[in-house]
């Protein structure tokens, strides 16, 4: 038996979902883990993030067993990519839509509009792949790596087809790969989804976890109806195992049109990787108050029946006079917190929302909506809530007595070493 080989012991309900995944050559083993914060380790939250090993990349540094790890796939919503001019988003009207998220942008073509991933420091890049679609009007668009020359796409004259392309390049970046909107003679469109990056050598000789969560995002935007191919991706990153945890959904309160999206995106990825379902523990629902009060062009909120505590900071707000998507940014006192967003008028005795609309009963019925899903595709299936209830007890409170939440939605560490101890136990890649 080589080093490569592992005995896996598991139940047999969950032998016949994993067998792919068994299969696979365990150091080139390829994983995409999509979701929202619960996957991305809270990016988008830095003061929840200070720190915080994430269960995603536990699993990315069990599977390189100690080489340097890759960094994936890296969509246009990471903080690492900044832009000058104009670049326009694509919508699910679009049959260019084939970007994760609806996150995708082309250039203006009437000037030369510039796009640059900007390398983080503790990642190592030897190779890379840039993707692009080729929507109506693409030009011979053009990249730079680390200020050096401006090389050419080739992206071809030839008719759009609307579908996602990946530029393959064998060189390193040690600081940033810059993409402008010209081809040598005048602006034109550079369409950008991405940039997948490697760390060594042939990225199938490598194992890699693809990173695809967004912060605050959706299964229903993820594996989205759509007039082009919102799951392109996954065909190009073909990998043996796509993990799916999302929490954010419950915010529509339509758990029965949870199924549709989940089932679209197993059935998608069927042909090539196995399937692990996760459900999310319990998160805090939302609770009420009657004595909000705020001043118009101010940031305070004060509600002396409210009790903020940490655990409120990032949650929304709702009120009149609170725009939309407004969150506690400080909690000051018990009685009053500071807003993202200063209020638009001013109010007394405001009925105040703090918090997503979460209950334990709707939040169950996704639960059980995810569970009907994977039984019926033969998917493997993990369930947070219950092992969470096992070790803790059972609701959010428990988890968080029990030192497993930071807050009222996302993991502390601890939490995220409970998950990935649960994922790698799952896997077979826990050591005993």
């Known amino acids: 038996m080589s080093s490569h080989d592992r005995v896996i012991e598991r139940p047999d309900d969950d032998?016949?979902?994993?067998?792919?995944?068994?299969?696979?050559?365990?150091?080139?083993?390829?994983?995409?883990?999509?979701?929202?914060?619960?996957?991305?380790?809270?990016?988008?939250?830095?003061?929840?993030?200070?720190?915080?090993?994430?269960?995603?990349?536990?699993?990315?540094?069990?599977?390189?067993?100690?080489?340097?790890?890759?960094?994936g796939f890296r969509g246009l919503w990471q903080e690492e990519w900044t832009q000058s001019g104009t670049w326009n988003g694509v919508t699910r009207a679009d049959p260019y839509d084939v970007a994760p998220f609806e996150q995708a942008l082309f250039s203006s073509a009437t000037a030369i509009d510039r796009l640059t991933w900007n390398k983080p420091a503790a990642t190592t890049v030897a190779s890379f792949d840039l993707y692009w679609f080729h929507m109506p009007g693409t030009g011979d668009w053009q990249f730079r790596i680390d200020d050096g020359r401006w090389q050419r796409s080739g992206a071809p004259i030839s008719p759009a087809d609307n579908a996602l392309h990946k530029i393959s390049v064998q060189q390193p970046i040690a600081r940033t790969l810059d993409v402008r909107g010209f081809d040598g003679v005048a602006p034109c469109i550079a369409p950008i989804a991405g940039i997948s990056t490697t760390a060594g050598a042939s990225p199938a000789e490598r194992a890699v976890v693809h990173k695809l969560a967004k912060s605050g995002d959706l299964l229903n935007r993820f594996s989205r109806e759509s007039k082009g191919d919102p799951l392109a991706l996954l065909d190009f990153l073909q990998p043996d195992l796509v993990t799916i945890l999302f929490s954010n959904d419950t915010v529509h309160q339509r758990p029965e049109?949870?199924?549709?999206?989940?089932?679209?995106?197993?059935?998608?990825?069927?042909?090539?990787?196995?399937?692990?379902?996760?459900?999310?523990?319990?998160?805090?629902?939302?609770?009420?108050?009657?004595?909000?009060?705020?001043?118009?062009?101010?940031?305070?909120?004060?509600?002396?029946?409210?009790?903020?505590?940490?655990?409120?900071?990032?949650?929304?707000?709702?009120?009149?006079?609170i725009t939309h998507r407004t969150v506690v940014a400080a909690v000051t006192s018990p009685e009053s917190v500071l807003m993202s967003k200063p209020a638009t008028e001013t109010g007394e005795h405001l009925e105040l929302k703090i918090g997503s609309p979460r209950t334990p009963e709707l939040q169950a019925a996704y639960r059980s909506v995810a569970r009907e899903v994977a039984a019926s595709t033969g998917t493997s299936f993990l369930d947070l809530y219950e092992v969470w209830t096992d070790l803790a007890g059972a609701g959010w409170q428990a988890a968080y007595d029990h030192g497993l939440m930071a807050d009222t939605l996302h993991p502390s560490q601890l939490g995220h070493d409970e998950i990935a101890r649960r994922v790698l136990s799952r896997l077979g890649l826990l050591s005993n």
């Not at 080139?28 to 999509?34: L, N, T």
């Not at 914060?37 to 988008?44: F, L, M, R, V």
Request: aromatic share 6%; charged share 25%.
């Open 15 to 71: 032998r016949r979902s994993l067998a792919r995944w068994d299969r696979r050559r365990f150091d080139a083993s390829k994983v995409a883990c999509i979701g929202d914060s619960i996957t991305s380790a809270g990016a988008g939250h830095p003061s929840l993030n200070r720190g915080i090993i994430g269960w995603a990349d536990q699993l990315a540094a069990v599977l390189a067993g100690g080489q340097e790890l890759d960094g």
């Open 257 to 321: 049109l949870f199924g549709d999206p989940l089932r679209r995106l197993i059935e998608r990825v069927a042909p090539y990787a196995d399937v692990l379902v996760m459900a999310p523990f319990e998160q805090a629902t939302q609770r009420s108050t009657a004595d909000g009060t705020t001043i118009r062009g101010s940031n305070v909120l004060r509600s002396p029946s409210a009790s903020f505590d940490k655990t409120d900071v990032w949650r929304r707000l709702a009120a009149p006079g």
